[in-house]
Structures are given as C-alpha cells and as structure tokens.
C-alpha cells in the first residue's frame, strides 16, 4: 500500500519593519519588488504544493497578490518567521510539512528547495531539517553573520554557532566548515511544539532560534548542497549588489 502524499507548503514569512533596512520587502530590484523575486524563485521548486508570503503589512499583501500570487496577513506580534508559520497553520489545515524561505534570499535556488525536501522525505524520523554548504575562506570562517554548523555522522546538526565550529586543537581555522542556509523544512508537529518552547539559554546568547529545537532535542537533519551563491539584502550595500546582479542589462 503506497504512502499517502505528504502536502507542503512553502512559506515566506516577510516582514515590513527592518533595523537596517526599513520596507526592504518591497525595495525595487530591477523594476520589481524584492519579495516577489523570492516568490517567483520559490515556485520553480517542484516539490511544493503551495508558496503563501506571510506578512504585517497591508502594502506587501498587495504587492503580491496584485502580481497574482498568494499572501496572507499574519499579526505584527510574531517574534520570528517561524511564529508566524505556525500562526498560518492554524488556518492551513490540510498542509503536514511546511518550509522555512527567507524573503531576502534573492539568488535562492529552488532545485535546494526541493533536494531539502527529498531528504526530509526519505527519513522517516525527520522531525525538522536545514540546508548547509561548504566554506574555505578564512573570512567567511571567522564572520559572526556566517552561522556555521557541525554534524554527525548520520547528518544531524550538533551545534550551530556564529564562531568557527570546529576549529583545531591549537584554537586555529580548520581548512573547511559548514556554513548554515537559513532554509527550514518542519513537520507540523515539530512546528506546533517549537512554538509553544521558550526561547532557551543558548538561543539567547548566540541569538539563533534553532539552537531552541536541539536544546529541546529535537533533530535537525542537515542536506549540504554544492554551487551555493548567497545574497540576503540586510543592508543599503547589500541591496546595491543585488540590483548589479538582477537588474535586467541596458541596451
């Protein structure tokens, strides 16, 4: 007797407010909105059922339902993504897995999207997983805003942490490390019971949400993808790079 298919649902919690840069959700990259760059990307993935944006804010729900996508307002309240995806899901009842997509990953590639799925789908304990790829600059090794990871050998996350993990005995860079991808994969459950977790001593410290799930002993299975190009737009200088990079070329 076959599996009954599993529905899931991509979602991209985007959020007005930003520190650093205020409405990037709807900053103009090459005559369109940020967001719905990351919409477009996120419906080539073919393994999903579904792609909702999540938002606060009015003027994003009309940017992407104008353009003829799905969206949905969720409250100012949510602390994170991830609360706002369990927000949604009370009123998405036939979705059994759902997928974490930041909505500043503007080179996303979807064919990550779906080798995350498939993994997830081919452990039959997965509870919760992410996506990582490998890093050699001694940079990017010692930069904070790269989260690395350490797995074991079932390709489990161990620890997650803004410093270099692992580094050698003497205290020096290893020649490679794991860099994390802010793309989450989470069964409804696992989802329903992180959300009712406090925050916990070393999500605090390290300010990474994650770090909640393994703390509680939740698993996170990791799938490490090769030719991996990240931008996520944080910053003026990071929203100038992604307009070099998306703007349609001049004639």
Known sequence: ??????????CIPSRYASTR????????IGGKPMVLHVVEKTRQAKLLDDVVVLTDDQRIMDTVTNAGFHAVLTSEDCASGTDRIAQ??????????????QGDEVLLNPEHIDKLIEDFLNNPDAQMGTLAHTIT???????????????NQQDNALYFSRHCIPVTQSGGLPEQALAHIGVYIYTRETLELLTKKKQTPLEMI????????????????????????????????DLRKARELLSPPTS
């Open 1 to 10: 007797m076959m599996a009954e298919k599993k529905r899931i649902t991509g």
């Open 21 to 28: 840069l205020p409405g990037k959700p709807l900053c103009d």
């Open 88 to 101: 949604y899901m009370q009123q998405d009842t036939s979705s059994d897995i759902f997928v974490n997509i």
């Open 137 to 151: 600059d001694p940079d990017s090794l010692n930069d904070p805003a790269t989260v690395k990871v350490v797995i």
């Open 206 to 237: 390290e300010k990474l949400e994650q770090l909640r799930a393994l703390e509680h002993g939740i698993n996170i299975s990791v799938t490490t993808v090769s030719h991996y190009q990240s931008l996520s737009v944080d910053t003026e200088n």
